[in-house]
C-alpha cells in the first residue's frame, strides 16, 4: 500500500530538548516536504527536497533542520523546540518529474513543546 | 501561483450531491486545479486535478468553466464521512515546485 509513515503521532517534550520527527514514503517518490498546521493560519510548508542531498527552505524553515541522506526518508529535526512549535505536522510526498500528479500527506504529528 | 476563493462553509444532506464551488480568476494557463480533503486533522488527502476539460474519478467529479475562472467539486452521492475540510488550489509546479499552498477551505458538513 502506498504511504506515507510518520513518526510518532504524538509528542510531549520540553523547551529545548533536541527531538526528530521521522518520515518515510514507499513510493520512490523524489520529492517530500514538511508542513506545519495551525489555527488560522492553515497549512504552510516548512522545508521540501527535490531529492537525495537536496533540501531547500519552505516558508517557514526557521528552526527546524532536514535531512534527506536517503530517498525513503525525510526526517525534521528540531534541535532546541520552543512554545511556537507547538502545532501539527505532515510531511508530504510526490513525484518530482511529472506536474500532472498527487501529493501524498502522512498521518500528521502532533507536537506540544512546554 | 493564482489565489482561490471558496465558501467557508455548506452543508448537504446524506445521500445528495455535494457541490463545492471554487473561484480561480487569476488562474493562468499552465495551471491546474487540484482538490483535497482533510477528515479532522488527519493528513490531506488528494481527490482529483484538472487542467482544462471536465475530471471524474472514482470519488468525485470536477467541473471547470470554459474560460477557467472557476470550478466546482462534485461528490455525487455525500456520506457522513464526506464531512471534512475542502481545499482548491491552483498550481503549476515551477519556482514553487511541490509546494501547495493551501487556503482556508471549505467546511463541508454532511448531514443524516
Not at chain 1, 48 to 58: A, F, I, Q, R
Not at chain 2, 7 to 36: F, K, Q
Request: glycine share 8%; charged share 20%; net charge neutral.
Amino acid at each position: 500500500e502506498a504511504q506515507v509513515t510518520q513518526n510518532p503521532r504524538y509528542l510531549i517534550t520540553v523547551t529545548g530538548k533536541k527531538l526528530t520527527v521521522t518520515c518515510s514514503q514507499n513510493m520512490n517518490h523524489e520529492y517530500m516536504s514538511w508542513y506545519r498546521q495551525d489555527p488560522g493560519l492553515g497549512l504552510r510548508q516548512i522545508y521540501y527536497s527535490m531529492n537525495v542531498e537536496v533540501t531547500d527552505k519552505g516558508d517557514v524553515p526557521e528552526g527546524y533542520k532536514v535531512s534527506r541522506k536517503e530517498k525513503r526518508n525525510f526526517p525534521l529535526i528540531l534541535e532546541s523546540p520552543s512554545p511556537n512549535q507547538t502545532s501539527l505536522y505532515f510531511c508530504a510526498s510526490s513525484h518530482r518529474t511529472v506536474l500532472n500528479t498527487e501529493a501524498f500527506f502522512g498521518q500528521g504529528t502532533r507536537l506540544t513543546v512546554v | 501561483d493564482a489565489k482561490t476563493t471558496q465558501p467557508t462553509s455548506m452543508d448537504c444532506a446524506e445521500g445528495r450531491a455535494a457541490n463545492l464551488p471554487c473561484n480561480h480568476s487569476t488562474i493562468s494557463g499552465n495551471e491546474y486545479v487540484y482538490w483535497y480533503r482533510q477528515i479532522h486533522s488527519q493528513g490531506p488527502q488528494y481527490i482529483i486535478h484538472g487542467l482544462k476539460n471536465n475530471e471524474t474519478n472514482e470519488m468525485a467529479s470536477l467541473i471547470i468553466t470554459e474560460d477557467r475562472k472557476s470550478s466546482t467539486l462534485i461528490l455525487p452521492h455525500a456520506t457522513l464521512r464526506d464531512t471534512a475540510v475542502y481545499y482548491c488550489i491552483v498550481y503549476a509546479g515551477g519556482t514553487s515546485y511541490g509546494k501547495l499552498t493551501f487556503g482556508q477551505g471549505t467546511i463541508l458538513t454532511v448531514h443524516p
